[in-house]
């Protein structure tokens, strides 16, 4: 039964605030790593799993929050999620080493799985179903302004206090969203009555840990070169083998794959994997460029994102309008495709003289194009789903969403990494006395050295030095480029996906419930 009023809105409003909660903090502590690094002494190796922990529990559990949903009750699951996240914010902060630090980040994960699906669940029952459009459009405020304005506040924090306060910010706001959650959502039903399919849950968590540990740290491992990584891919080939026959088999899974017999959610899972490799490999690819290239510092570098974050907010209502009104969702994700193509298409055209005026336009058509993509995309996901099957399918449509996500910075490292050689090779070809434009350059730094001073022979050295230096920049900023070239052909090539789903009018699909 749907709410009404007053208490539609703060329920809408402590939700959303959880869910930002949990999606913040996953890119927020990424611009602190250096700082956590050196006040606690540890490893660049060491310090990755601040973000591996919590990535790897956090994907574990978001496609069982469905099920523990319903076996605690969805209130009571919601509500411990936010206590746990909110007191393990705490223990974060007030680490004294590395390895605490590591520990609570994993159980903050675990409890941050249970709030954004939990999350989505609570708001698609707290809103009547014809108004679907616009309680997908209000919670993807957090799914996708989160990942954007974390690297945002988190800069902010670093710069203006410590890094412990990336944590402890999560505090009062945790604390309130716990307030609002016990006064004012409805309780659910619990189902006790079932077994509990703890192998379904063991099966589970190896199969997507091991992926997921292995998309994080595969490209800083070299990915099969290290044994370890070998074994984690059997494990998650032969994990994911076994739960699947485990779920299909059992009478009470875990996971409840009979969902996907409605075809906009089997197509649906598709396409959140691809709205999650051009989030977040975006999100991850621009910061990277404006701080190795266009010497931009962490906090500049949000500030930029930021015009397109609030832009995305900006959309979002009237995207739920022109779904409540019939507009095909297929005909908005697919401009919204094209717009993030178009997005990536003007990044990848950058020079090392691009500036902030120069990525504004970019980054806003990418505001318009996520706010196009996340709401008809969800919509399109969960509109055939009733009941029980809500949170199951909001579980696993963020997992994919997450998985994703986590592709698209694994490829786009990936091919930073090795298309970065392939330019260099390719530019030294040119380094070569028979290249007027080489010798015009290479003799403009010698005469500008000796200028200042140098000898020939040192300056000569340090023209070379400085050619180097050139040649690093260029391949670099190919790289880049290439990177957001492959990021635009995904989400364009992805544009049939959506047309594999039925048309329905949001109305119809109300009157079907």
Known sequence: MAETGFKKW???ITVITASLLELIDTTIVNVALPHIQGNLGATLTDVAWVVTGYAVANVIVLPMSGW??????????FLASIVVFTVVSFLCGNAHNMNELILFRVLQGFAGGGLISTAQAILIETWPREQIGTATALFGLGAVVGPTVGPTIGGWIVENYSWPWIFYVNIPVGA???????????ET???????VDWWGIVLLAIAVGSLQTILEKGEDEDWFSKPYILVLTIAAGLG???????????DHPVVNFSIMRHRSFSVGMFTSFILGFGLYGSVFVFPVFCQNLLGFNAQQTGELLFPGGLCTIVMMPFIGKMLNKGIPAQFMATVGMFLFFVFTNMLSHSTLATGQSDVLIPLLIRGVGMALLFVPLTTLA?????????GQGSGLNNMMRQLG???????????????QGLHRNNLLVNINQYNPVFTERFNGYVHAFMAKGASMLDATTMAYKAMEGTIVRQSLLLTYDDAYWLSGLVMLFSIPLLYLQPFKKLKAVADAH
């Not at 309130?176 to 409805?186: K, N, P």
């Not at 039903?189 to 077994?195: L, N």
């Open 176 to 186: 309130l969203a716990a307030f609002f959650t016990y006064t004012f959502v409805r």
């Open 10 to 12: 703060i329920i809408t």
């Open 405 to 419: 996500g986590s592709f698209g910075i694994a490829v786009l490292t990936t091919i930073i990494h090795t298309r």
């Open 240 to 250: 994911f083998l076994l739960f699947l026959w485990r779920e299909l088999s059992t």
């Open 382 to 390: 969960m509109a055939d789903l009733k009941g029980a099957e809500v």
């Open 68 to 77: 523990l949903g319903s076996r605690f009750g969805r209130k009571q699951y």
């Open 189 to 195: 039903p619990k189902d006790t009555s079932k077994p």
